[in-house]
């Protein structure tokens, strides 16, 4: 039993939740005193309310990071993360940076980096564009993009102004040499500044057609050579058009580069969950197992969108559904899936392993895409109680259009594994919410004790927006009768108390610690494209005139066309998300 402690007035204090709370704390302050004294004054960070308890680890060796305006040295979870995470003295340059995803994106993710003092003192970014400006007016339209994004975390005081210090700007056409001739003499003037190598990475957020001629202009004033530090190269998709336009890209960036410094992003191999699903598979004994065509009846990999076009008209007529998502997003999730355990955790061993599973699946040439895939576009409909308008209603979109906007396939993998288990792949715009989720559908258990049947167990990742994994099973319903129920265990990532890193910083820090494994390779990226090929060529059939679909096909707000409903078969069914 518990005594409580007497107080002044003489009387017995039962502890409390609050004072035993508050013990907890101070016996908190006292374990990390030593901690707190060696690391820089925390920042303050957006408060995250738990849902669930995690065990803490053992104390880990804090160290403290070796420059920036400091880390956070509170929770331990962060401080695993970012043990040995610090790479050389370098310069980023990105191409494009006056662009939305510059804008939105990028220079959060860098600033993140930055601020959690990840990137080192002897670091700076330099800013290519097409528009004229000054470094001071770069220097003012980078830091209103930081305050006014919702990627940038809790400011530190005085942080902005020190990073401001770190920007510089380059202006100039991408097709000529002056452009890379002043990058390259900014690369000079930061090893000077720094006294460091001239390790530089190369960020294209350009649109694809620049792709080959920065590559080319870079390799041209001898940019790509890495004699004096390491040199890399970032890509960002689409990477090619279909399966020739990727080959002749690739063939032009390895004209200046060799593979090892080409990366491929793409920012869902960035997100946490993705990267739990090899962590929770492979690390623990009760998944694995069951991992096979003996247990799991189907697994489905949805990424469904709400939004509409947002203004991408141009660049979404001219892509569709195949190649925005089908081809990069979900086959990188249906690989990481499917694939067999790596040899070791290192770039080479993984990719290895998702190219083995693109190589046994079944090809769909054209004449299979009707029995194993269904095409959409959406039409009018209602989004959360709103009238939205059809696709070729978009402004931007030709009114006859036959651009597909949804895609359901089903992939059959021919291996030892796999063989007669399907996954079911499906994306589209303007469905009911924005969700993306890999679910592991088992089968069910082969006996019929129970009234009223049995539910198959879901192991279901959640992508977006609400980062988790969940596990669904039948359980006795209170009271007097066999009555099960389905009952789910959720596990949230909130539960380790610390703000999920955004997909851009991950990958960034990755390409600049030359760490490729969550970066597709080349024969990935073609075989994807050789998997795709024939639906892209019905999908693509119906601007030439013949045989055009009857589009639109489902109303906005619905989860696609009836007929991704017959595809999935009639004794499963799709989630409800």
């Not at 001071?136 to 975390?153: C, H, M, R, V, Y």
């Not at 696609?560 to 409800?576: F, M, S, T, V």
């Amino acid at each position: 039993m518990t005594k409580g402690r007497k107080t002044k007035a003489g009387n017995t204090r039962q502890p409390t939740t609050a004072s035993v709370q508050e013990g907890v704390e101070k016996l908190e302050a006292v374990r990390n005193d030593d901690l707190e004294q060696s690391l820089p004054a925390p920042p303050a960070r957006r408060p995250r309310k738990s849902r669930a308890r995690v065990p803490e680890p053992e104390s880990p060796e804090a160290e403290p990071p070796e420059s920036g305006p400091g880390a956070d040295g509170q929770n331990p979870f962060r401080t695993l993360m970012r043990r040995n995470r610090a790479p050389e003295p370098a310069t980023l340059v990105i191409f494009g940076v006056t662009g939305d995803l510059a804008k939105r994106k990028l220079l959060p993710a860098v600033f993140g980096l930055w601020q959690d003092g990840l990137l080192g003192s002897a670091f700076n970014i330099v800013g290519v564009g097409r528009q004229e400006m000054t470094d001071d007016q770069f220097k003012d339209f980078a830091i209103e993009a930081l305050k006014s994004s919702k990627e940038t975390d809790a400011i530190q005081p005085g942080s902005l102004e020190k990073f401001r210090d770190l920007l510089y700007y380059e202006f100039g056409d991408f097709g000529g040499d002056e452009v890379y001739d002043l990058v390259g003499k900014e690369l000079d003037r930061a090893e000077e500044a720094h006294g460091g190598r001239k390790n530089a990475l190369f960020y294209l957020s350009t649109p694809p057609s620049l792709f080959e001629p920065i590559s080319a202009g870079l390799g041209r004033l001898g940019l790509a050579d890495e004699s004096q530090g390491w040199r890399r190269i970032v890509i960002e998709k689409p990477f090619g058009r279909d399966l020739a336009s990727a080959r002749e890209l690739n063939a032009a960036i390895h004209r200046v580069w060799d593979e090892s410094q080409v990366y491929r992003i793409d920012h869902y191999l960035g997100k946490e969950t993705v990267q739990n699903l090899m962590a929770i598979r492979f690390g623990n004994a009760i998944f694995e197992p069951l991992w096979n065509r003996g247990y799991v009846d189907h697994v489905q990999i949805t990424a469904a969108e709400d939004l509409g076009l947002e203004g991408r008209a141009g660049y979404y007529e001219e892509a569709g559904v195949v190649r925005d998502m089908l081809q990069n997003h979900l086959m990188q999730l249906f690989t990481l899936t499917a694939m067999e355990a790596p040899a070791a955790f290192d770039a080479d061993a993984i990719r290895d392993e998702k190219v083995k599973v693109l190589r046994a699946v079944k090809p769909i040439p054209p004449e299979r895409v009707p029995e194993v895939a269904v095409l959409g576009q959406y039409g009018p409909g209602t989004l959360y109680g709103e009238s939205v308008p059809g696709y070729r209603e978009e402004p931007g979109v030709k009114p006859g259009s036959t651009t597909p906007t949804y895609v359901a396939v089903k992939l059959e993998v021919d291996n030892w594994r796999w063989q007669g288990v399907p996954f079911f792949l499906r994306t589209g715009k303007r469905l009911p919410k924005k969700v993306t989720e890999i679910a592991v559908v088992f089968k069910r258990p082969p006996l019929g004790m129970f009234p009223g049947g049995l539910e198959r167990n879901v192991l279901a990742f959640r992508i977006q927006p609400d980062e988790g994994v969940s596990l669904k099973f039948s359980s006795k319903s209170p009271g007097q009768e066999m009555v099960l129920r389905e009952v789910v265990m959720d596990f949230r990532y909130d539960a380790f108390g610390a703000e999920l890193e955004s997909p851009y910083s991950r990958l960034l820090l990755d390409a600049m610690l030359g760490d490729a494994t969550l970066f597709p390779r080349e024969d990935e990226v073609d075989r994807a494209w050789q998997l795709v090929s024939g639906l892209l060529q019905v999908a693509d059939a119906p601007a030439t005139g013949k045989n055009a679909p009857n589009y639109p096909n489902y109303p906005a707000g619905t989860w696609g066309p009836d007929a991704a409903d017959a595809l999935i078969g009639p004794d499963r069914r799709w989630r409800r998300l």
